[in-house]
């Protein structure tokens, strides 16, 4: 283990520190106000000049080492979840890191600690970009429909919007380290595609005369048994995962509800399946509208790409592990069913997000919490460290073939953002027309 490595341990109090005022002031993707605040003034005492993101949370700092090479981007996310039930959730918001976000925060200050240490940079060349990002998570779609409309941000996902303002110019090869319940390598994890889904009814008096309305909770509720019923037509080699919820269903018993309101993401392992399932959702939540009269409007986002860690990075990051004493690394060619936007980065830069150990329960439930802090934070940045010093060590001999060796899906940012403006739908799906009969937009 390198001297480096070694000095995360000096800063274990300071990581510890920062990972419990996180885990006490959660905020979701957008909002991490205090979060980014914390750790800036945090970064601010280390010694570091931080940019601040123009308008929206979240920051970034460089370390040059003076010599020329490739520039290695270490990432941490801000953001929390939504989940009420759990007992340390904020009390209005129900915000709470049951993700373990907040570990990566604490691990990447543990980082940028060692990072100062007199000499930590010698061995090393080129440049390193430290990163605090927000909104990981895909919720509160409405929300961020908003911040869109409003000129704030044009993508849902912090690491996208970030790229699109080019705070990732001159990045070669990023890195992260999540948490989970045992460290592990897996090689990779689905897409999406994000949907507000509106259905459009018309109300009338629910007791007196409801034959004069068109109800769209009901049209809603046709349109989710829908995708239900095709559930079976999905290849299971695809990974399609479907998991609507409602957000608006009307707003008193009395009336008919005249709008209904769901999110929902579409999931899948290509970009191919993703889009081949979502036009099969489409025909059925338009079928539901029609059962009932009913109109409906689809609004798709981009969500995030399929994530696909690097060849060469993983065996970097198996390497590391040895190297920073991470025991018991399951490792695995598996594409886990959840998303993130490293996606979005992977598709155009040589990726690897493996997993730290430290949490217990299930993600983004109410019985996540962390039970080892030292694997979660503390293991997690020697990790981290020891696969950026095999990256920039050497003349950078290691960071070089990953870059010479990698096939990005996208040649060029402007050709993924290009992708990504493509998926923008919206408008209502049906016209009613006077003879009886409707023209559908699927």
């Given at each position: 283990m390198s001297?480096?490595?070694?000095?995360?341990?000096?800063?274990?109090?300071?990581?510890?520190?920062?990972e419990r005022y996180i885990w006490e002031h959660p905020e979701t993707g957008y909002r991490e106000v205090e979060t980014t605040a914390y750790l800036?003034?945090?970064?601010?005492?280390?010694?570091?000049?931080?940019?601040?993101?123009?308008?929206?949370?979240?920051?970034?700092?460089?370390?040059?080492?003076?010599?020329?090479?490739?520039?290695?981007l270490m990432l941490a996310e801000l953001d929390s979840v939504i989940c009420h039930s759990h007992k340390d959730s904020n009390k209005e918001t129900g915000a709470v890191h049951a993700c373990g976000h907040h570990a990566q925060c604490a691990a990447l200050v543990g980082i940028a600690a060692a990072l100062k240490?007199?000499?930590?940079?010698?061995?090393?060349?080129?440049?390193?970009?430290?990163?605090?990002?927000?909104?990981?998570?895909?919720?509160?779609?409405?929300?961020?429909?908003?911040?869109?409309?409003?000129?704030?941000?044009?993508?849902?996902?912090?690491?996208?919007?970030?790229?699109?303002?080019?705070?990732?110019?001159?990045?070669?090869?990023?890195?992260?380290?999540?948490?989970?319940?045992r460290a592990r390598i897996d090689g990779g994890?689905?897409?999406?595609?994000?949907?507000?889904?509106?259905?459009?009814?018309?109300?009338?008096?629910?007791?007196?005369?409801?034959?004069?309305?068109?109800?769209?909770?009901?049209?809603?509720t046709c349109g989710i048994n829908a995708?239900?019923?095709?559930?079976e037509t999905f290849r299971e080699p695809d990974l399609i995962r479907v998991h609507p919820i409602m957000t608006s269903g009307g707003s008193m018993v009395n009336a008919i509800p005249e709008e209904a309101r769901?999110?929902?993401?579409?999931?899948?392992?290509?970009?191919?399946?993703?889009?081949?399932?979502?036009?099969?959702?489409?025909?059925?939540?338009?079928?539901?509208?029609?059962?009932?009269?009913?109109n409906i409007e689809i609004i798709d986002i981009p969500g995030y790409s399929p994530f696909k860690n690097d060849e060469n990075m993983r065996d970097v990051a198996i390497?590391?592990?040895?190297?920073?004493?991470?025991?018991?690394?399951?490792?695995?060619?598996?594409?886990?069913?959840?998303?993130?936007?490293?996606?979005?980065?992977?598709?155009?830069?040589?990726?690897?997000q493996p997993y730290s150990a430290g949490s217990r329960g299930a993600g983004h439930?109410?019985?996540?919490?962390?039970?080892?802090?030292?694997?979660?934070?503390?293991?997690?940045?020697?990790?981290?460290?020891?696969?950026?010093?095999?990256?920039?060590?050497?003349?950078?001999?290691?960071a070089k073939k990953v870059i010479d060796e990698f096939t990005p899906i996208f040649a060029t940012n402007e050709e993924f953002f290009a992708y990504q403006d493509s998926l923008c739908t919206s408008g209502d799906r049906i016209v009613y027309n006077e003879d009886g009969t409707a023209e559908i937009k699927l």
């Open positions: 001297t480096v490595t070694k000095n995360v341990e000096k800063y274990r109090d300071l990581m510890v520190k920062a800036k003034k945090t970064f601010e005492e280390l010694g570091y000049e931080v940019t601040l993101a123009d308008g929206i949370t979240g920051f970034y700092t460089v370390l040059d080492t003076g010599k020329e090479g490739p520039e290695v240490e007199q000499g930590a940079l010698d061995d090393l060349c080129g440049r390193i970009r430290l990163c605090a990002v927000p909104a990981e998570e895909l919720l509160e779609l409405e929300y961020r429909s908003e911040l869109k409309r409003q000129g704030k941000i044009k993508y849902f996902g912090g690491k996208a919007e970030f790229l699109r303002r080019g705070y990732f110019d001159g990045v070669d090869i990023a890195i992260m380290v999540h948490t989970a319940e994890s689905v897409g999406c595609i994000a949907k507000n889904i509106i259905y459009k009814g018309k109300s009338a008096h629910a007791g007196g005369a409801p034959w004069l309305g068109v109800n769209a909770l009901y049209a809603a995708v239900n019923a095709i559930r769901i999110e929902s993401y579409i999931r899948g392992a290509s970009f191919e399946a993703i889009a081949k399932a979502n036009k099969k959702v489409d025909r059925a939540l338009i079928g539901g509208a029609l059962s009932l009269g009913a390497e590391a592990a040895e190297i920073a004493g991470i025991e018991d690394l399951f490792i695995t060619r598996n594409v886990i069913t959840g998303s993130t936007d490293m996606g979005d980065l992977s598709s155009v830069m040589p990726t690897v439930s109410k019985d996540f919490v962390i039970a080892d802090v030292d694997a979660a934070c503390v293991k997690s940045a020697k990790w981290q460290i020891a696969m950026l010093e095999l990256l920039l060590s050497d003349g950078a001999k290691r």
